[in-house]
């Protein structure tokens, strides 16, 4: 039985190696008859990695590194448990990752909940459950490039930013169930400290216990921080580079349009435009182009705007890629991440559709000043972006704190309580 069980394991092995070299030739191949399409593909991935990405991302990335050296994410921590284990059954610590998941977008929540594993500030199938639901975009591009660049309709983007974070938040409580067998969760884990005592002298005393810990000096602490950072990013700019041209070439040969063809063929027994299909073949790939494609097909308006909230909530492989990249050595699986994008984007379709439909006139009337642009358009547009995300991602930190010292007071005067009847 073990000898056909290694015959079958290493049959798989070969067939894969062949497909894989196989599809690698096809794609060189390929580049070689049209290398104008693969040339302006990977100029338009460079341009959007230099200008975007990399001066959005790149201090987000070394702030996050700063603050777990110096023990203010483990501070953080302490204070949002009451708040993230009940609700999605991970250390406080996920707090952080996501908030700098809803301000920056992808794929820094991978990189924050990547480092937690590396610290042993989670378990793995904590990190999986983390991860699954902290993997968003962040509010400008749903606000500006969506629904002001795109669809030309800025009234949209309360709709299309509300259903995305809260199909997020809704993987997260199906994902609270994720691995329960697996579970290894302690009461004295790292992430917690102790339960006894205030929980502000918990904070502080987890602040100074990772600090000894980490015992690099702030100077070694920053140049660590850039250098692991620049890596990152890099590595993220090949991926957005690589994808592009990837996606140009399946374009090229005709693969999209056969792609195309079989999705039309779901969408007409859902009952949605299949002037649709080709958006969602781009976005299974890429988001920017996905959801253009969405904003600018011959459908109505509301499907039009739940497939483009779907492919925001899927990301495309792209965003996969360079998350698989940077997870992989942690040990965090992508086959849950997988699920859980899938599922995103299935609520956040759904959500959408409910939002322009029966709940259209509540979300007329909210108002979300976190996702509001501010008066600083003189500035240059990667300065523009950092000081909104920085602003985002301090609003949600805030709230979240707010919320979690608001629920640790009631249960501790509940208990108190409890005690207080059970002595009578």
């Keep these: 039985m073990n000898l056909h069980y290694y015959k079958g394991k290493g049959y ?60 203010v994410v483990h501070f953080i921590g302490v204070l949002l448990e009451p708040l993230m284990r009940p609700l999605f059954n991970v250390p406080g ?25 590396k610290g042993k500030l989670c378990t793995a199938v904590e990190a999986e459950r983390l991860l699954s639901f902290t993997n968003t975009a962040d509010p400008l591009f749903m606000f500006g490039a969506v629904a002001v660049g795109m669809f030309g309709m800025p009234e949209l983007g309360v709709t299309i930013a ?31 400290g102790s339960r006894q005592g205030n929980i502000l002298i918990r904070a502080f005393r987890a602040l100074y216990n990772a600090k000894v810990q980490d015992s690099r000096s702030f100077g070694q602490l920053l140049g660590d921080s850039v250098k692991n950072s ?16 990837f996606l140009r070439i ?33 976005g299974f ?30 990301s495309g492989l792209c965003v996969h890629g360079q998350v698989a990249s940077i997870v992989i050595e942690s040990g965090i699986r992508m086959g849950p991440y997988l699920f859980g994008r899938l599922l995103h984007a299935i609520f956040a379709a759904i959500l959408t559709v409910l939002f322009l ?21 003189a500035f240059p547009f990667w300065l523009n972006r950092f000081v909104h995300l920085t602003y985002q991602m301090g609003v949600c930190l805030a709230i979240l704190i707010a919320l979690s010292l608001l629920y640790y007071l009631y249960h501790s005067i509940t208990c108190e309580f409890r005690r207080i009847l059970q002595r009578r």
């Design 357 to 377: 439909g029966p709940a259209q006139p509540v979300l007329n009337q909210v108002v979300v000043p976190v996702f509001q642009s501010t008066n600083i358009q």
């Design 285 to 314: 790939f890429e988001i920017d182009l996905g959801t253009l494609a969405a904003a600018q097909a011959e459908a109505p308006l509301v499907e039009k705007v739940a497939v483009a909230g779907a492919i925001i909530a899927w």
């Design 250 to 282: 399946l374009q090229a040969v005709g693969i999209t349009t056969c792609l195309t063809v079989s999705v039309g063929f779901l969408l007409e027994h859902l009952g949605f435009n299949l002037n649709l299909a080709s958006s969602i073949v781009s």
């Design 230 to 245: 620049m890596q990152t990013v890099l590595l993220i700019g090949g991926f957005i580079i690589l994808f592009s041209v």
């Design 93 to 117: 610590v996920g707090a952080f990752a996501l908030s700098m998941g809803l301000a920056s977008g992808y794929p820094m929540d991978a990189v924050i909940t990547s480092k937690f594993r």
């Design 162 to 192: 509300i259903a995305h974070y809260l199909s997020s938040f809704l993987v997260g409580l199906v994902f609270r169930y994720h691995g329960r067998a697996r579970d290894r969760h302690k009461t004295d884990s790292p992430s917690e």
């Design 12 to 71: 798989r092995a070969r067939l894969l190696a062949y497909a894989m070299a196989a599809g690698t030739v096809i794609v060189t191949v390929a580049m070689t008859q049209f290398p104008k399409d693969a040339f302006d593909a990977a100029i338009m991935g460079l341009n959007l990695w230099w200008n975007v990405v990399f001066p959005a991302l790149l201090p987000f990335f070394v702030l996050s590194e700063i603050l777990m050296g110096i023990g």
